[in-house]
C-alpha cells in the first residue's frame, strides 16, 4: 500500500518541494526578523520610563488558555499576543504591570473580587456593560460550532438542540446559545479541556472562539477528526474595568496608542505568522523526493545505454505496463484502505444494483442486526421486510426523491427489526454511484451506523428536559457563584420573572428582607460542604408581593467528585402559609372569646351592682350637691367598663344582639351630633346618604359601636384639622368581583363607607389591624379592640369589610350589610329614654343578693310594687301564695338549681297571663342554649342603666 502511495505522490514532488523550501525560507526570516524585534524592544526597555509612573502598578487578568493571544508553554510560562503586547504598554507609559493568567471562570472571579484592575481576553455583551466599561475594540473572533465528523450536519441553532454541547464556564457564548433554545450545555474549566475530552471522544459538539479552537485541534492531531459548523457570531476582544473607572481606561487606551504600530504588528507576525506545525507527510515527502531522484537517474543512465536499440518499443511497454500496474495496485490499495475504514467505523455497507434488483451488504451489516452474514446476503428483499412500518413510506420517499434528482444524497434514520425481535435505528446515508447514458440511476451505495445509544441518550434527554419543564415546582440552576444559569417556566409563573430576565443574575433579586441573615449562612455552608439544604424563605416576586417558598437546595457534581453547580427546587407554600395565619387569628379570637365569656358574667353583675345604686344616690341628690358630679363620673366610668366588656364580647363574635330592621340613613343621621361631639370641632363630619338605601337588620347598639369605633380611629389619625365622610349606598357583588375580594359572597348589600383625611397607614400596618390588641398608639391612648371590634360586629351580621389607605392620603373603610328583604317588622326609630313611673307588681328572681337589691330599689323608686327571691325554688313558692298580684317575672337566666326558662314555664302554668323579663350577664351563646334568645323572648343585658330596665319594664306591662 505504501508503494503505491510513493507512485501517486511522485508526480507532485517538484511542487511540493518549491513549496517546503519557500515555507522553509518564510519561517527562517521570520525567525530572524522576530530575534531582531526581540532585541531591539529590550534595549528599548532597559532605556528606563518616567519617573512619575515608575512605582505604580497595574493589575491585568487574563484567560490562560487561549492560543495563541494568550497560553501557557510546556514549562508554564505564560505566552503569545497580549503577554507582549502588555510588555510593550509597560515599557511606554513606565507603569508597571502584573499579569495574571488564569482559567477564564476564575480571572472573572478574581476581577469581580477586586483583586485586578483590568479583565484582558473580554468579549463585549450588554449584561457585562452594567457592571464594566470596555475599551474599544482591538480583535474581531468568530465563534463557531464544531462537531464530530461521524454527524452529518448541524447547519442552525435548531439543529443544535438535540445534542449536548460543551462550552469553557463562563464563556459569553453560553447565553448567546440559551437565546437561541440551546439549554443542553456541558460546562468544563477551559478550552484545553473540551479539546482532551474530545480527543478522548467524550465530547462530539462544542461551542469555541475560532483561534484556540483550530490551535488545539491541529495540537491534539484531531483537526481531521471534527468539522467546523456554522459560525454563531462574530465577538470582539476587548479590556474592560470596574463601572466608573473612566481615567483608567483613557490610560490604557492612550498607552496602546503610544505604541508604534510597526511594534504592535511585530508581534502580531511572531504569533500569527508562524505555522503551528509541519505536517508529518512532509517527512514522507522528502524520502520519496530522494528515492524517486535516484531512481531517475538510474533510469535516466539505463534509457540513453538503450535508446538506440530498443526506445520506441520499450517506452510504449513501460507506459502500459506502468499504467496497467498504477492502476490495479491503486484499486487494491483503496478497496484495503475503505474495508479498514469502515471496519474501524463499524459501518455496514450496501451496494443496490437498481436494474438487476440485487443488493450486496458486508458482513458488518447483518451483525448489526444479528443476522447471518450469508443468509443475508442471498436476500434481496429482507431490508424491506425488517423495515419499522411506520418508517416505511417516509423512507422511500427520501430515496425516490434521490433517485429523481430531488436531493444530492440520501439520508434517512429509521428502525430495523434485530434477530431477536427488538428494534434498532440506523442511520442510512447514500448516493447514485452509476447512470446509464440516458441519466438513469443504475447503481447506488451507502453505509449503515446503529445509532439506537444515541436514539435512546436523545429520549431520555429530552424526557428529563420536559419533565424538568413541564414541572409543577420552580427549578432553578445556578454555577459556583450563585450565578442562575437555568429557569424552569414554573419559577417564571410563580416569580413573575421572564427567563431572559434573571439568566445571569444571581437569585438574590428574590430576597425580601423577610429571611433572616442566618437562615442564607446555613443554606449556603451546608450546599458548598457538598450537603443538602432545606428550609423556608420568604422571597420577593417582580410584582413586590411576597411569597413563601419551601426549598430543597444541593449540590451538583461531577465524575470526579467536584462541585460544579447548585440546583434548587422550590415548593410555593404561600397558600398554606396564610390559611396557618388565618388559622392562628382564629385560635386568637377563641382564646379572647373564653376570656370574654368567662369575665362577662362576673363583671356584669358588679357593674349593674355600681351602675344601679350610683343612680339611685343621684336620684336623692341635686345635681348641685357637692357629691353630685362626683356620682356623675363613677356612672360614667361605670358605663365606660360595660362598653368595653361588649366591646370584648363584639370581637369575639359573643356579644348577646337584638337585631331589628334598620334604616341606616336614619341610625346614622342620629348619631351625625353624637359623632361631632366624639371627634371636636376641628374634624369635619359629612354624611352624604343614599335617598333609596335599602334596610339591614342588625342590632342599633352594634351600629353605635361600628360608628363610634370608625370614628375614634379617624380622629387619632388627623393630626389637627382635617374631615370625615360617611356614604351610603346600595350595591350587588357579583361572583367576579368576589373571587377578588377573597371571602365575600355574592348578593345585595347595603355598603357604608367612612373615609377620613387622616395620616394613612403603611401596608404592614393594614395587615394587621384587625387583629385584637394591635396598635400603633401609646398603651394609655388606645386598648387594640375598636377595629377588631367593628371586624366581629360584620362578620356577627353576616357582612363583609376590606381597608384601603395609603401613607399620607388618608384611610376608607368599606363596610358591607346584607340586605333585609323581610317586611315583617317595622322599623325602629332611636328615641331618647327617660325615667318615668309605672304600676305593678314585680317579682325579681336573681341569685346574687346586691344585684337583687339593685333591681328592688330602683323599681320601688319607679313606683312599682316589688318581691324578690334568691333561688327559683323561692320565687315558686312565693308566686304559689300571691300569684294572681304579680303581673311581671323578672328573673336571672343562669341560676342553680334552675334556670330562668324552666322557672318561667313553672310560673305560667299557675298563671299564663304573667310577663317575663330575663336578664343575664353571660355570653350570647351561653345564653343561647338556655333558649332566651329566640324571637318573642323579652331579654335585658347585664350591665344596665336605670333608664334601660325603665323602659323595658314599662314597654312589657303596658302591652
Not at 477 to 484: C, H, R
Not at 645 to 650: D, G, N, P, S, Y
Not at 702 to 726: E, K
Amino acid at each position: 500500500m505504501r508503494s503505491c502511495s510513493m507512485k501517486r505522490y511522485c508526480g507532485f514532488l517538484p511542487k511540493n518541494c518549491l513549496w517546503v523550501f519557500v515555507s522553509a525560507l518564510v519561517v527562517s526570516v521570520l525567525a530572524i526578523y522576530n530575534i531582531s524585534a526581540a532585541f531591539t524592544e529590550q534595549v528599548m526597555i532597559a532605556s528606563g520610563n518616567s519617573d512619575v509612573n515608575k512605582n505604580r502598578l497595574i493589575r491585568v487578568v487574563m484567560d490562560d488558555n487561549y492560543p495563541p493571544y494568550v497560553f501557557r508553554d510546556s514549562s508554564g510560562s505564560v505566552k503569545g499576543i497580549l503577554p507582549d503586547q502588555w510588555h510593550l504598554w509597560e515599557k511606554y507609559t513606565g507603569i508597571r504591570v502584573e499579569i495574571i493568567a488564569t482559567q477564564w471562570e476564575e480571572a472573572q472571579r478574581v476581577f469581580n473580587q477586586g483583586r485586578a484592575d483590568v479583565i484582558d481576553t473580554i468579549f463585549f455583551t450588554p449584561k457585562r456593560a452594567k457592571v464594566y466599561d470596555f475599551t474599544k475594540p482591538y480583535a474581531s473572533i468568530p465563534v463557531s460550532i464544531f462537531f464530530d465528523r461521524t454527524i452529518s450536519s448541524i447547519p442552525d441553532c435548531l439543529a443544535l438542540r438535540g445534542y449536548a454541547v460543551a462550552v469553557k464556564s463562563g464563556d459569553a457564548c453560553i447565553s448567546e446559545l440559551r437565546e437561541k433554545g440551546v439549554n443542553s450545555l456541558v460546562h468544563y474549566p477551559s478550552y484545553e479541556a473540551i479539546i482532551e475530552d474530545a480527543a478522548a471522544g467524550l465530547v462530539k459538539v462544542f461551542c469555541m472562539d475560532d483561534p484556540p479552537a483550530l490551535y488545539l485541534l491541529r495540537k491534539y492531531k484531531i483537526a481531521d477528526k471534527f468539522r467546523k459548523g456554522f459560525k454563531l457570531y462574530t465577538g470582539e476582544f476587548q479590556r474592560a474595568v470596574q463601572k466608573g473607572q473612566t481615567g483608567l481606561i483613557a490610560l490604557i487606551e492612550n498607552g496602546f496608542k503610544a505604541i508604534p504600530k510597526k511594534e504592535l504588528k511585530s508581534i502580531d507576525d511572531k504569533w500569527l505568522g508562524i505555522p503551528l506545525g509541519v505536517p508529518s507527510y512532509y517527512r514522507y515527502i522528502m524520502l520519496l523526493l530522494t528515492i524517486s531522484v535516484s531512481i531517475l537517474i538510474v533510469a535516466l543512465a539505463w534509457n540513453i545505454s538503450l535508446e538506440r536499440l530498443v526506445r520506441q518499443k520499450t517506452k510504449d511497454l513501460r507506459k502500459l505496463l506502468a499504467e496497467t500496474k498504477e492502476k490495479e495496485e491503486l484499486l487494491r490499495e483503496t478497496k484495503e484502505c475503505l474495508e479498514l475504514a469502515l471496519e474501524g467505523a463499524e459501518l455496514g455497507t450496501w451496494d443496490w444494483d437498481i436494474k438487476e434488483k440485487r443488493v450486496a451488504r458486508n458482513d458488518r451489516w447483518a451483525e448489526m442486526l444479528g443476522y447471518d452474514s450469508k443468509g443475508v446476503a442471498s436476500d434481496s428483499g429482507i431490508w424491506l421486510r425488517l423495515l419499522h412500518p411506520e418508517d416505511r413510506e417516509r423512507v422511500l420517499n427520501a430515496i425516490h426523491d434521490h433517485l429523481s434528482g430531488k436531493t444530492e444524497c440520501y439520508e434517512e434514520e429509521y428502525r430495523l427489526r434485530h434477530a431477536s425481535g427488538r428494534w434498532v435505528w440506523v442511520l442510512d446515508r447514500g448516493k447514485i454511484i452509476k447512470k446509464d447514458p440516458d441519466g438513469i440511476p443504475v447503481r447506488m451505495a451507502g453505509v449503515n451506523v446503529d445509532v439506537t445509544r444515541r436514539k435512546r441518550m436523545e429520549t431520555t434527554l429530552r424526557l428529563l428536559n420536559q419533565a424538568v419543564e413541564q414541572s409543577p415546582v420552580s427549578i432553578m440552576i445556578t454555577d459556583l457563584s450563585g450565578t442562575i444559569e437555568y429557569v424552569n417556566p414554573k419559577f417564571c409563573e410563580v416569580t413573575g420573572y421572564d427567563n431572559s430576565e434573571v439568566i445571569g443574575l444571581n437569585p438574590r433579586i428574590l430576597k425580601s428582607g423577610k429571611t433572616s441573615q442566618e437562615v442564607y449562612k446555613d443554606l449556603w455552608e451546608s450546599i458548598t460542604a457538598g450537603k443538602q439544604w432545606h428550609g423556608i424563605l420568604c422571597n420577593r416576586k417582580k410584582s413586590g408581593d411576597l411569597y413563601w417558598e419551601n426549598s430543597s437546595i444541593c449540590p451538583i457534581v461531577d465524575e470526579k467528585g467536584a462541585i460544579t453547580h447548585f440546583v434548587a427546587v422550590k415548593e410555593d407554600i404561600t397558600e398554606k402559609i396564610m390559611l396557618e395565619k388565618q388559622l392562628i387569628q382564629a385560635q386568637k379570637l377563641e382564646s379572647i372569646g373564653r376570656l370574654a365569656g368567662g369575665i362577662a358574667h362576673d363583671i356584669s353583675n358588679v357593674l349593674s351592682i355600681i351602675i344601679g345604686n350610683i343612680q339611685l344616690i343621684m336620684m336623692e341628690l341635686e345635681k348641685d350637691h357637692s357629691i353630685y358630679q362626683s356620682c356623675s363620673d363613677i356612672l360614667e366610668a361605670g358605663r365606660r367598663c360595660r362598653n368595653l366588656i361588649r366591646q370584648l364580647m363584639a370581637f369575639a363574635r359573643k356579644q348577646t344582639v337584638k337585631p331589628v330592621v334598620l334604616d341606616l340613613n336614619e341610625a346614622i343621621g342620629a348619631s351625625e351630633k353624637m359623632l361631632e361631639q366624639l371627634v371636636g370641632e376641628d374634624i369635619e363630619i359629612k354624611f352624604v346618604p343614599d335617598p333609596r338605601l335599602w334596610k339591614v337588620k342588625i342590632d342599633p347598639n352594634q351600629l353605635d359601636q361600628i360608628l363610634t369605633n370608625l370614628a375614634v380611629n379617624s380622629r387619632d389619625a388627623i393630626p389637627d384639622v382635617g374631615s370625615i365622610t360617611i356614604k351610603t349606598k346600595n350595591i350587588v357583588l357579583d361572583e367576579n368581583y368576589c373571587k377578588v375580594c377573597g371571602d365575600f359572597e355574592p348578593g345585595d348589600y347595603v355598603l357604608i363607607v367612612f373615609e377620613d383625611s387622616g395620616s394613612g397607614m403603611e401596608k404592614d400596618v393594614l395587615d394587621h389591624i384587625f387583629e385584637p390588641f394591635f396598635t400603633t398608639k401609646d398603651a394609655a391612648k388606645g386598648t387594640g379592640l375598636g377595629l377588631s371590634t367593628v371586624y366581629g360586629i360584620v362578620k356577627q351580621n353576616g357582612g363583609f369589610i376590606n381597608v384601603w389607605s395609603e401613607p399620607g392620603k388618608g384611610t376608607r373603610f368599606n363596610i358591607y350589610l346584607p340586605r333585609c328583604v323581610s317586611e315583617g317588622q317595622e322599623d325602629i326609630s332611636l328615641v331618647e329614654r327617660r325615667l318615668t313611673n309605672g304600676k305593678g307588681t314585680i317579682l325579681v328572681v336573681d341569685d346574687d343578693e346586691p344585684v337583687l337589691r339593685v333591681c328592688k330599689r330602683v323599681l320601688t323608686r319607679l313606683g312599682y310594687d316589688v318581691m324578690t327571691a334568691k333561688t327559683p325554688l323561692e320565687a315558686i313558692s312565693v308566686f304559689e301564695t300571691r300569684h294572681s298580684d304579680i303581673q311581671l317575672l323578672l328573673t336571672d337566666v343562669v341560676m342553680p338549681t334552675m334556670n330562668g326558662r324552666e322557672l318561667k314555664e313553672r310560673v305560667e302554668r299557675m298563671n299564663s297571663k304573667i310577663k317575663t323579663l330575663f336578664m343575664s350577664g353571660y355570653t350570647g351563646d351561653i345564653i343561647a342554649d338556655r333558649g332566651v334568645l329566640a324571637d318573642g323572648i323579652n331579654y335585658i343585658e347585664k350591665p344596665f342603666s336605670a333608664e334601660e330596665l325603665a323602659e323595658k319594664v314599662q314597654k312589657l306591662l303596658k302591652n
